[in-house]
């Protein structure tokens, strides 16, 4: 054997073989460290303990100090790029729409739990093409500028594209655009507005006929409008156009307003997500007037 | 397969001809194009792969891995890709086709923007894909992308 070959041999064995996984990282349990808290410092999520025990087949949440666990690889990060993007497109559709991907990301989740990654990462793909608008073209675009060291990534229409770099992926939405720096990490997409409610009942310029309330006013009008996906809540603002306007909280998509006045009046409504306040859906107006009193002239002893 | 190589090289030396006629191998036909341009405007220019020279873009002119092409300014061609995906190349721009083989696991990429702005559209992201490659990021667009 000539010494060429021999080189060659030897490099070839040398090298890792192709499409090999990468090599295994590993962690030692710190003294009085939980599997949670291992769970926090290596992989940053307390929940992913239970992934940690079952990566390691551990018999119990208990583990003892020098105890060496093998940590997950990069499939670990494919899996949940797959499960952040099944939940977006999830938060996009209505409840209607999507109550069978419901399901399967849940199923998704739990195999991404178990540590079954690659599993859970066609789970969760199988359920994002519930949802997802596979069959509406992709637009993007990207623009370099060398000199700055800047790339931008913006998205016009079709499902989101995906933005990689130093280990981190972000999902970019049509309308959303990401800058991303050289040598840094693509930053965090912001989120997505809210969408606007649309208004159900009262129809637009419905006339109302409510009896008076106790206390004053009319009895309450109830109003409803479509859940929007993710929204914790609801603002209703009601405006008189004699003047004056009452706001109601609502935890659901419909409310009954407090006893108005006759009167015409315009409503409009806002979704929530904690401190966020989406954009205001379309307003409408009713009238409300005093539903005429029923006079039993029947039943009247008098003649 | 390396060693098998080796070893072939190490005997077949230009000094001692090999005792038995070796049949001459088929040469490998040349690899399909990657891309082909369309819809020139102003001043467009490519370099190829095994090549020095930048040569003045054509109309459906066939582009191969690792080619480059620049625009100058006011200038733009479309990029229309066998896998489906276009890539419209704006003005003062230089992009590069991606090479043939991508590292192993890493999934590989079609272009690569090295200055200025493109505009890609696929149009049926439900079968196709679409990568865009620049020094600060990778764009992946098509279902692929989710699993890959």
Known sequence: MSALSLLVLVVHLGAPPVGAPPPTMEVVVARGESLAEVAVRTLGDASAASELRALNRLPSGEVRAGTRLKLPGAARARAQSALNAVRAAITQRDAGSSAEAHVRLKGAERLFLSARYDEAAKAADAAWALVSDASAPVHFSVSVDSDAGVTEVASHGGMPVRVEGQGTTRSVSPGQKIRVARGRAPPPTPPEPLPAPHPLTPVRAALLRRPPAQGGGLEPVLVKWVAVPGADGYAVEVTSERGGTWTVDAASAQTALPPLPAGRYRWRVWALKGQERGKPGPTRTFTLEEEPLELDVNGATWQ | ?148
């Open chain 2, 1 to 148: 397969m390396s060693l098998v190589l080796a070893l072939a090289a190490t005997a077949g030396c230009k000094d001692t001809p090999p005792s038995t006629p070796v049949a001459a191998e088929p040469r490998p036909a040349p690899p399909p194009p990657r891309a082909h341009l369309q819809k020139l405007r102003g001043q467009v220019t490519v370099k190829r792969a095994n090549g020095d020279e930048w040569v003045r873009a054509t109309e459906k002119m066939a582009l191969f891995a690792s080619d480059k092409v620049a625009t100058a300014e006011g200038a733009r061609v479309e990029l229309v890709f066998r896998t489906g995906g276009t890539v419209t190349v704006g003005e003062n721009a230089l992009v590069g086709l991606a090479e043939t083989g991508a590292l192993a696991g890493q999934a590989p990429t079609d272009v690569t923007v090295l200055q200025g702005r493109v505009d890609a559209v696929l149009q049926r992201p439900d079968r196709q894909t679409l990568s865009v490659d620049t020094p600060e990021a990778t764009v992946r667009a098509g279902r692929e992308v989710v699993f890959q």
